[in-house]
């Protein structure tokens, strides 16, 4: 490493820096270990899906997959930013869910009805469930609306 990039990095990291990131770590961890999922053992975690959706590949990053009591799955997406303001913001953002629940119903051959979704905002120690989730068909015609609008 250079002398430039060592000064670089002492500036970008300095103690308080440090500080106040570890504090943000242990506000994070504290929180997810009050969250329903503190106990619990994800059945897939990290999991890459990749769906085709008509002509076109979206790739679903799962960060948890919970087994819940009544052998339903649920997907968990952590969140550490700030969780949506309203119902509308919210609603924009399942488009993410709606992805997921169909690449992991799909890749485990599991009745779609059978996977629910929800974001867990870590750093707000708040968890979100959108009211709606898009069909196959939604996501197909969401997407061919973005398509065209390129």
Known sequence: ISDESERLWARELNSGDLAQHQ?????????????????????????????????NIFICKLDAVFLN??????????????????????????????????????LRQIPLEKVSACFYYVSEDREMVPSDFLTLDQLKERWSKVAAAN
Do not use: C, H, M
């Not at 506000?27 to 999991?47: H, I």
């Open 23 to 55: 504090a943000t770590v242990e506000e994070l961890q504290a929180n997810f270990a009050s969250s329903r999922w503190a106990n619990k053992v994800a059945v897939e975690a990290e999991t890459e899906i990749q769906l085709a959706v008509g002509q």
């Open 69 to 106: 009591d009544d052998g339903s799955l649920e997907i968990v997406d952590w969140k550490t930013g700030a969780a949506p303001a309203d119902e509308a913001e919210l609603g924009e953002r399942a488009l993410q869910l709606s992805l997921y629940r169909l690449a992991f119903a799909t």
